[in-house]
Antibody, heavy 122, light 113 residues
Framework: QVQLVQSGAEVKKPGASVRVSCKASGYTFTPYALHWVRQAPGQRLEWMGWINAGDGNTKYSKKFQDRVTITRDTSASTVYIEMRSLRSEDTAVYYC???????????????WGQGTLVTVSS | DIVMTQSPDSLAVSLGERATINCKSSQSVLYSSNNKNYLAWHQQKPGQPPKLLIYWASIRESGVPDRFSGSGSGTDFTLTISSLQAEDVAVYYCQQYYGTPLTFGGGTKVEIK
């Protein structure tokens, strides 16, 4: 069965960076898209960007493109998101989510990771 | 950006009764070349990640009970739970996958009356 297992909770100070991982299993890693979505307290779900696990191409929301990098390690079936220059407003649960059928459903989230809480506090 | 607006913000429904959630997009998410609506519904139970319920506006994901149904086209969509069960208590989100940035509605919290 498809599983996306994320790394554990992080506590960071303002200005620091954080990297969250998402390990995929139960399917062939490379044809699928992997997305990152965050959920700040009391806020709606917010899409941050995605990576094509096959060719490594990425696309980011304009809101995050200057501070976020998404990468993947195909040998480990793992995707990473790194966020820099953290501020208190970045406190949120960060989710990875798999895209649906490669091509027509790249932008549909059909499986989600369990979420990683990132707390930014001085 | 496509703005997704859901209503109501919350609703309380008796067990076995119908729950209806609305979602409106700021522009059409109907792709004319394939006549498909790029609209999905996700369910998020407390303390859990979201779970895909419906895509292409009306197609149930595998394993989703048939009491859940989606309808609508263009800019106006509805999620209906025909007979509410206790396990359906959750927040429901619509999401457009027509184009980036991918966007979600603000969520509708469904509770038992």
């Amino acid at each position: 069965q498809v599983q996306l297992v994320q790394s554990g909770a992080e506590v960071k100070k303002p200005g620091a960076s954080v990297r969250v991982s998402c390990k995929a299993s139960g399917y062939t890693f490379t044809p699928y898209a992997l997305h990152w979505v965050r959920q700040a307290p009391g806020q709606r779900l917010e899409w941050m960007g995605w990576i094509n696990a096959g060719d490594g191409n990425t696309k980011y929301s304009k809101k995050f493109q200057d501070r976020v990098t998404i990468t993947r390690d195909t040998s480990a079936s793992t995707v990473y998101i790194e966020m820099r220059s953290l501020r208190s407003e970045d406190t949120a649960v960060y989710y990875c989510a798999r895209g649906g059928d490669p091509g027509p459903l790249d932008y549909l989230f059909d499986f989600w990771g369990q979420g990683t809480l990132v707390t930014v506090s001085s | 950006d496509i703005v997704m607006t859901q209503s109501p913000d919350s609703l309380a429904v008796s067990l076995g009764e119908r729950a209806t959630i609305n979602c409106k997009s700021s522009q059409s998410v109907l792709y004319s070349s394939n006549n498909k609506n790029y609209l999905a519904w996700h369910q998020q139970k407390p303390g859990q990640p979201p779970k895909l319920l419906i895509y292409w506006a009306s197609i149930r994901e595998s394993g989703v009970p048939d009491r859940f149904s989606g309808s609508g086209s263009g800019t106006d969509f509805t999620l209906t739970i025909s007979s509410l069960q206790a396990e359906d208590v959750a927040v429901y989100y619509c999401q457009q996958y027509y184009g980036t940035p991918l966007t979600f509605g603000g969520g509708t919290k469904v509770e038992i009356k």
